[in-house]
T-cell receptor, first 113, second 115 residues
Framework: AQSVTQPDIHITVSEGASLELRCNYSYGATPYLFWYVQSPGQGLQLLLKYFSGDTLVQGIKGFEAEFKRSQSSFNLRKPSVHWSDAAEYFCAVARNEDNDMRFGAGTRLTVKP | GAVVSQHPSWVICKSGTSVKIECRSLDFQATTMFWYRQFPKQSLMLMAT?????????EQGVEKDKFLINHASLTLSTLTVTSAHPEDSSFYICSAAGTGADTQYFGPGTRLTVL
């Protein structure tokens, strides 16, 4: 079965600083990989996804992620964080044959003024 | 883009009562719908997967008699929490995927509080 690890439970960055959220996955085949953002009390918003092709994926709100097969990683990056980016971020992996999706534990992002 | 709605967004009920949560795909036909549960400050845990017209497949540890799932049409799935207890209080999120789709679209979630 597929699984996801997000090593960082909580990250604090200053507004304007760069951001990288880590995600490692475990799956025998090429996975479908996703990053979602969740604001308090809200549902999930898809930031970006990787299925195949170019390993650097561009998403909404200025986010990007890079799939590295050799490291089983799919880290999320943003060059300059805004205060509105403060939220919970979830990495997810799905099996490509049946959409069975598993989520990481999440990383809570705090943005300092 | 694909839109998934949930109703109600927030519900409070007394212990022992049953609560029904609806999940609708508004602009596409969802052959598969998923139900997740999220406790405060925790991740989403898949409860069950339902395909239109067939019985739901429950994850290990999820009581199928307590969490009744019906996926009667291609745009509607319901989750009924039967004889709810305070420990069932949680944030329930559904998602939907169309035929051959490789992306799930998530609803906004329903917060259930059982007194």
């Amino acid at each position: 079965a597929q699984s996801v690890t997000q090593p960082d439970i909580h990250i604090t960055v200053s507004e304007g600083a760069s951001l990288e959220l880590r995600c490692n996955y475990s799956y025998g085949a090429t996975p479908y990989l996703f990053w979602y953002v969740q604001s308090p009390g809200q549902g999930l918003q898809l930031l970006l996804k990787y299925f195949s092709g170019d390993t650097l994926v561009q998403g909404i709100k200025g986010f990007e992620a890079e799939f590295k097969r050799s490291q089983s990683s799919f880290n999320l990056r943003k060059p300059s964080v805004h205060w509105s980016d403060a939220a919970e971020y979830f990495c997810a992996v799905a099996r490509n044959e049946d959409n069975d999706m598993r989520f990481g534990a999440g990383t809570r992002l705090t943005v300092k003024p | 883009g694909a839109v998934v709605s949930q109703h109600p967004s927030w519900v409070i009920c007394k212990s022992g009562t049953s609560v029904k949560i609806e999940c609708r795909s508004l602009d596409f036909q969802a052959t598969t719908m998923f139900w997740y549960r999220q406790f405060p400050k925790q991740s989403l845990m898949l409860m069950a997967t339902s395909n239109e017209g067939s019985k739901a497949t429950y994850e290990q540890g999820v009581e199928k008699d307590k969490f009744l799932i019906n996926h009667a049409s291609l745009t509607l799935s319901t989750l009924t929490v039967t004889s709810a207890h305070p420990e069932d209080s949680s944030f329930y999120i559904c998602s939907a995927a169309g035929t051959g789709a490789d992306t799930q679209y998530f609803g906004p979630g329903t917060r259930l509080t059982v007194l």
